[in-house]
């Protein structure tokens, strides 16, 4: 931990959205990390976080690009 971080706390910046609800922060003094758990209260990122992230990122990122699918399907049948 810098002395900055000690005297006056951690500066964090989101660093990563993962999810809607679900970010990953990042001091931009000391650059600890904190990200979002399951019950929404911050916790440190630890390798175990980090990997649930990634598989979050992917399941919402798959979800995302059916929602588009479905959106362009809907849109061609009102068309057409
Ligand atoms: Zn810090």
Redesign the pocket.
């Known amino acids: ?2 002395v900055f ?1 000690n005297l006056f706390g ?2 964090y910046e989101v660093s990563k959205k993962v999810t809607y609800h679900v970010k990953e922060y990042k ?1 931009c ?2 650059n ?1 990390q904190l990200t979002t758990n399951g019950n929404g209260q911050l916790v440190e990122l630890t390798p175990k976080y980090q990997e649930i992230n990634s598989i979050l990122s992917r399941i919402h990122n798959k979800r995302q690009a059916r929602l588009r699918r479905e959106e362009l399907h809907i849109a061609y049948k009102m068309t057409s």
């Open positions: 931990m810098s971080c951690h500066k001091c003094n000391c600890k």
